[in-house]
Nanobody
Framework: VQLQASGGGLVQAGGSLRLSCAASGRTFSINSMGWFRQAPGKERQFVITINYSSGSIKYADSVKGRFIISRDNTKNTLYLQMNSLNPGDTAVYYC????????????????WGQGTEVTVSS
């Protein structure tokens, strides 16, 4: 599976951006996809994921009510609509895909895109 993320940029606080992640290759093996982010000097953190089988969406508390995840099956593309952005959202955003399930039932995100940078100015 190959992932190509795009859509990052510079936006003022309160603004919106939409990120895209195009998947190719063995996309039929994907069971979940999501977005993670890494702010400067910090570890990568979970943002939001969607389970392809159940449609279940999981959010980080910090983005609930502001970020929306969606997918276009015909284009094999995942989207992240980010609204009401604040400087705390500044990070490199990575899309990820899971084709493996751990023994405890959790998704293993084993494919990663190259990241797209989002900068929110105050």
């Amino acid at each position: 599976v190959q992932l190509q993320a795009s859509g990052g940029g510079l936006v003022q606080a309160g603004g919106s951006l939409r990120l895209s992640c195009a998947a190719s290759g063995r996309t039929f093996s994907i069971n979940s996809m999501g977005w993670f982010r890494q702010a400067p000097g910090k570890e990568r953190q979970f943002v939001i994921t969607i389970n392809y089988s159940s449609g279940s969406i999981k959010y980080a508390d910090s983005v609930k009510g502001r970020f929306i995840i969606s997918r276009d099956n015909t284009k094999n593309t995942l989207y992240l609509q980010m609204n009401s952005l604040n400087p705390g959202d500044t990070a490199v955003y990575y899309c990820a895909a899971s084709t493996t399930v751990a023994t405890d039932g959790s998704m293993v995100y084993n494919y990663w895109g190259q990241g797209t940078e989002v900068t929110v100015s105050s």
